[in-house]
């Protein structure tokens, strides 16, 4: 499944740009996990963001990762 935690809903991702249903559930679950881990932690060029800001800004991008508005 990690290999399609990068597809976006709009077919806008990679690595096959799939859209819509085609990407599987379980891949854009990845993504959100993803997405998340990537806020809550520390980073060289990043400070960790707080874990309710991490869940704010991951339900204003969520529409591009699970569905279609």
């Known amino acids: 499944m990690a290999l399609y935690h990068h597809e ?3 077919g806008n991702g990679y690595p096959y740009g799939l859209e ?3 990407i599987p559930i379980e891949g854009r679950i990845v993504a959100i996990c993803d997405v998340f881990d990537a806020l809550v932690s520390e980073r060289p060029y ?3 963001f707080p874990i ?3 869940i704010k ?3 204003k991008r969520v529409e591009n ?3 279609q508005k």
């Open 52 to 54: 309710n800001d991490a």
């Open 20 to 22: 819509g249903k085609e």
């Open 57 to 59: 800004i991951i339900k």
């Open 8 to 10: 976006k809903f709009n």
């Open 65 to 67: 990762i699970l569905i």
């Open 46 to 48: 990043k400070k960790a």
